[in-house]
């Protein structure tokens, strides 16, 4: 995800580039077999409220900041979205642990105090609100017992002080399986039964169960709410048949999802993330309705392109976009047209 909060760019710009496509060698290496497990979902809803998630939800990322999409308070964020990812917490100075500041100034004058009450209007509406550690430019170290307790207090520190339903890692510098997975853990075990937690991988980290953020997901899988892959901003990449897949492609969107299906995730973990407009990120934007194809191919085995998976997954969790600030931009398109065919499946 982005990141830099004041530059009044194109996400693209701010993103990683399109260095992912020249690792497409190495890539074709990783081991894509892998056993798939059996343990079930663990139930997620709201921390406070206890609104469970939908068993087909809707994921948008809301942008702590003007970058050029449409500015949005909380309370502008479009009905269909289930679970609200507040983009983002930062790092601070203790290995591990983050911070949220809202950006008043760049949200002409959003207020803490009308940030908060819409928090829980839209937990009152059955919505999750949650809170997104990382971005492109978000380095947050868990690498040791310290850190994964500085994680998991600093955390659970904004849970309490805003009102969070739980966390998003978006780490797109590298994390310790290890310690993430305690951090994770520890700080399930202070939010209670309605802990949410999402996490947004970028291609490339969801390869091979090898990859530490693909042993994340497995190690966390007992709270994992879903994973909402970035299927973007990726050059091409291996499906779960071994064939390489083009991004910007219905072939690319199931082909891809489906190593995360094969590899031990529930398919009520994994969700498709895409961006909301062309402007919202440097390549990979497919319109909605190949985002509908994908997901019908993956539930019911229709609408496929040249890959069609083995088996159906009904289960499939649904979609994410970056960012409701870009679907409010182009006239909410991406919302109303994804949301209301997850909330059909």
Same mark, same amino acid.
Request: glycine share 12%; proline share 3%; with cysteine.
């Given at each position: 995800?982005?990141?830099?909060?004041?530059?009044?760019?194109?996400?693209?710009?701010?993103?990683?580039?399109?260095?992912?496509? =020249?690792?497409?060698?190495? %890539?074709?290496?990783?081991?894509?077999?892998?056993?798939?497990?059996?343990?079930?979902?663990? /139930?997620?809803?709201? *921390?406070?409220?206890?609104?469970?998630?939908?068993?087909?939800?809707? $994921?948008?990322?809301?942008?702590?900041?003007?970058?050029?999409?449409?500015?949005? =308070?909380?309370?502008?964020?479009?009905?269909?979205?289930?679970?609200?990812? %507040?983009?983002?917490?930062?790092?601070?100075?203790?290995? #591990? &642990?983050?911070?949220?500041?809202?950006?008043?100034?760049?949200?002409? !004058?959003? $207020?803490?105090?009308?940030?908060?009450?819409?928090?829980?209007?839209?937990?009152?509406?059955?919505?999750?609100?949650?809170?997104?550690?990382?971005?492109?430019?978000? =380095?947050?170290?868990?690498?040791?017992?310290?850190?994964?307790?500085?994680?998991?207090?600093?955390?659970?520190?904004? +849970?309490?002080?805003?009102? @969070?339903?739980?966390?998003?890692?978006?780490?797109?510098? !590298?994390?310790?399986?290890?310690?993430?997975?305690? &951090?994770?853990?520890?700080?399930?075990?202070?939010?209670?039964?309605?802990?949410?937690?999402?996490?947004?991988?970028? =291609?490339?980290? +969801?390869?091979?169960?090898?990859?530490?953020?693909?042993?994340?997901?497995?190690? %966390?899988?007992?709270?994992?709410?879903?994973?909402? +892959?970035?299927?973007?901003?990726? #050059?091409? +990449?291996?499906?779960?048949?071994?064939?390489?897949?083009?991004? !910007?492609?219905?072939?690319?969107?199931?082909?891809?999802?489906?190593?995360?299906?094969?590899?031990?995730?529930? /398919?009520?973990?994994?969700?498709?993330?895409?961006?909301?407009?062309?402007?919202? &990120?440097?390549?990979?934007?497919?319109?909605?309705?190949?985002?509908?194809?994908?997901?019908?191919?993956?539930?019911?085995? $229709?609408?496929?392109?040249? @890959?069609? /998976?083995?088996? $159906?997954? /009904?289960?499939?969790?649904?979609?994410?976009?970056?960012?409701?600030?870009?679907? *409010?931009?182009?006239?909410?398109?991406?919302?109303?047209?994804?949301?209301?065919? %997850?909330?059909?499946?």
């Amino acid at each position: 995800m982005l990141h830099s909060p004041h530059r009044r760019s194109s996400r693209a710009s701010r993103r990683r580039g399109g260095a992912l496509g =020249t690792a497409l060698t190495g %890539v074709a290496a990783l081991a894509l077999g892998a056993t798939a497990l059996t343990a079930g979902i663990a /139930p997620a809803g709201a *921390a406070e409220q206890e609104a469970a998630v939908p068993a087909h939800a809707l $994921t948008g990322y809301w942008q702590n900041f003007d970058n050029g999409a449409t500015v949005q =308070t909380l309370a502008d964020v479009q009905d269909q979205y289930d679970i609200i990812a %507040v983009a983002f917490a930062d790092a601070t100075a203790t290995p #591990g &642990a983050v911070d949220f500041s809202l950006d008043s100034a760049g949200l002409g !004058g959003y $207020t803490e105090e009308q940030f908060k009450a819409d928090v829980k209007a839209k937990q009152a509406e059955g919505k999750s609100v949650i809170l997104s550690v990382g971005g492109e430019k978000g =380095t947050v170290s868990v690498n040791d017992d310290a850190s994964a307790g500085a994680f998991a207090d600093s955390v659970y520190a904004q +849970m309490q002080e805003y009102g @969070f339903d739980g966390v998003d890692i978006d780490l797109e510098n !590298g994390l310790n399986s290890t310690y993430m997975s305690k &951090a994770l853990h520890d700080l399930a075990a202070k939010a209670g039964s309605g802990f949410v937690l999402t996490m947004a991988p970028q =291609t490339i980290d +969801m390869q091979s169960t090898s990859n530490e953020y693909f042993k994340t997901a497995l190690d %966390v899988k007992d709270i994992l709410t879903v994973v909402n +892959m970035q299927y973007y901003n990726s #050059g091409s +990449m291996l499906g779960c048949d071994g064939q390489v897949y083009a991004q !910007g492609t219905v072939d690319f969107l199931t082909g891809l999802a489906c190593i995360q299906l094969e590899g031990g995730l529930d /398919p009520a973990q994994v969700g498709i993330g895409v961006p909301a407009s062309s402007s919202a &990120a440097g390549g990979g934007y497919v319109e909605p309705g190949v985002v509908n194809a994908a997901l019908d191919c993956l539930a019911k085995g $229709t609408s496929c392109g040249s @890959f069609k /998976p083995d088996k $159906t997954y /009904p289960g499939i969790r649904g979609a994410m976009t970056w960012s409701t600030n870009w679907d *409010a931009s182009a006239g909410n398109s991406w919302s109303d047209a994804v949301g209301a065919h %997850v909330h059909g499946l």
